[in-house]
């Protein structure tokens, strides 16, 4: 009896589970089929099976500026993140450092306060110190914003490797730098391509610190389509939120493969 009521809250949890996921991604799959809806109007049942909105999509230039600007941005948020990130990883986990316990809980706070209030202090700061707004600072918000999640994925995979096989590189006759770069970095490599990842795509898909960071007449993606949502709902919408939802998901699963490739080629 006992284990029937289990096997039955378990079934209950399941059905829960699985009408909470339902409602969660049945409008992301609803936007995906509409953006290859012949009409111009999206209603069901289709009118047909087209291409017709990613062609326009290609052709509207504004959407191509906003996009290479996403682009531009989110690959030097990367490059930035995963150099400091790894870094800081290295110091606090490698080195003893005054305060690291303290350091560590900065660098990761960013991650616990919600980010319209970190947008909302990071903006108020700057024009307390008479900064303007500009690409720049745009740039060092997602940095400051993406950052943590670097330095989370980087250090847990950094604890991981034994300190004595630097060491024996070391005793060998290399230097920390050759060390480094022949030993610890090759074995990090899948996590610091993770936690470039995880920034590129955290920052290409961000709306709410972008829209109080960027200057005027700069566009990301994310407030491109909250620019065209305010005032027509075009279906050319709905083919860039398709096209947003292949690169934020498609890219951090290529990157997992990735980095188990290498992780089988290195024997970890």
Same mark, same amino acid.
């Given at each position: 009896?006992?284990?029937? $009521? ?6 209950? +949890? ?41 062609? !326009? ?30 870094? $800081? ?19 990761? $706070?960013?991650?616990?306060?919600? !980010? ?9 700061? =700057? ?8 690409? *720049? ?8 914003? *993406? ?11 950094? +604890? ?5 096989? !630097? !060491? ?27 936690? $470039? ?10 709306? *709410? ?32 939120? *398709? ?7 498609? =890219? ?17």
């Amino acid at each position: 009896m006992a284990e029937r $009521a289990t096997s039955l809250g378990w079934q209950v +949890i399941r059905g829960y589970a699985v009408l909470v996921y339902i409602f969660m991604f049945l409008p992301v799959m609803v936007v995906v089929l509409l953006s290859f809806n012949a009409s111009q109007f999206g209603s069901f049942p289709m009118t047909g099976f087209s291409f017709r909105w990613f062609i !326009e999509l290609w052709e509207n230039e504004a959407i191509l500026r906003a996009f290479r600007t996403s682009v531009i941005l989110g690959l030097l948020t990367a490059a930035i993140s995963t150099t400091l990130g790894v870094l $800081a990883s290295l110091a606090l986990v490698r080195y003893r450092v005054p305060g690291a316990n303290m350091i560590s809980t900065i660098l990761i $706070a960013p991650i616990l306060v919600p !980010e319209v209030v970190l947008a909302v202090a990071l903006l108020l700061f =700057l024009n307390f110190l008479g900064v303007n707004k500009s690409f *720049t600072l745009l740039l060092f918000g997602h940095v400051i914003f *993406t950052l943590p999640f670097v330095i989370l994925v980087v250090q847990a995979r950094l +604890i991981s490797i034994r300190r004595d096989v !630097e !060491e024996a590189a070391m005793s060998l006759g290399a230097s920390p730098v050759q060390t480094f770069f022949q030993i610890t970095l090759p074995l990090m490599l899948p996590a610091v391509l993770a936690g $470039a990842l995880f920034a590129f795509t955290i920052s290409f898909d961000d709306i *709410t610190g972008t829209l109080f960071w960027k200057p005027g007449g700069v566009e990301t993606v994310p407030t491109q389509i909250f620019a065209m949502l305010r005032n027509s709902i075009s279906p050319e919408i709905n083919a860039l939120g *398709t096209v947003m939802i292949v690169m934020t998901v498609g =890219l951090p699963l290529l990157g997992a493969a990735i980095a188990r490739q290498i992780s089988k080629k290195s024997g970890l």
